[in-house]
Structure formats: structure tokens, C-alpha cells
């Protein structure tokens, strides 16, 4: 799985070696093991390009992790 390599890292955790493509019933996900962190859409392609862009859009998600650690304090 050649694949897994190119999507690394995981978005969420960071992680790059607990990802996987896992195949369901009428689509594919993008699954990271390490956080349970997963993205779907109906191919492989797809999800594999969901799954970059929300790589790229990481500090996004950043800055929400941070907003909701202000919240709970
Ligand atoms: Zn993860």
C-alpha cells in the first residue's frame, strides 16, 4: 500500500504510521488508528485527496483544538 505513505501525516494526531484505506459498502475511508480520525467518500481517490486537504488545512483545525481547550478551562 504505496498509497498510505503519500497521505501521510494523520491531520489530527500527526501520526503517519497507524493509517489505513479501508474499504465499506459503498465508498472508502481514510483511517488513522492512532486517534480514530477518518475521512469517506465514495473511491479511494477521493478520500485520499479529502484526506490531503484537510492535511494542508491543518492549522485550521489548530486553532479549533485551541478554542475548545479555552472553552473547557
Ligand atoms: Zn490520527
Given at each position: 500500500?504505496?498509497?498510505?505513505?503519500?497521505?501521510?501525516?494523520?491531520?489530527?494526531?500527526?501520526?503517519?504510521?497507524?493509517?489505513?484505506?479501508?474499504?465499506?459498502?459503498?465508498?472508502?475511508?481514510?483511517?488513522?488508528?492512532?486517534?480514530?480520525?477518518?475521512?469517506?467518500r465514495?473511491?479511494?481517490?477521493?478520500?485520499?485527496?479529502?484526506?490531503?486537504?484537510?492535511?494542508?488545512?491543518?492549522?485550521?483545525?489548530?486553532?479549533?483544538?485551541?478554542?475548545?481547550?479555552?472553552?473547557?478551562?
Amino acid at each position: 500500500m504505496e498509497e498510505i505513505a503519500e497521505i501521510s501525516p494523520c491531520p489530527k494526531c500527526g501520526g503517519g504510521s497507524n493509517l489505513a484505506i479501508v474499504g465499506f459498502k459503498g465508498g472508502q475511508s481514510v483511517e488513522c488508528w492512532s486517534c480514530h480520525f477518518s475521512i469517506s467518500r465514495t473511491d479511494e481517490a477521493e478520500a485520499i485527496a479529502a484526506w490531503k486537504q484537510r492535511v494542508n488545512n491543518d492549522e485550521i483545525i489548530n486553532i479549533e483544538n485551541k478554542k475548545r481547550r479555552q472553552n473547557d478551562n
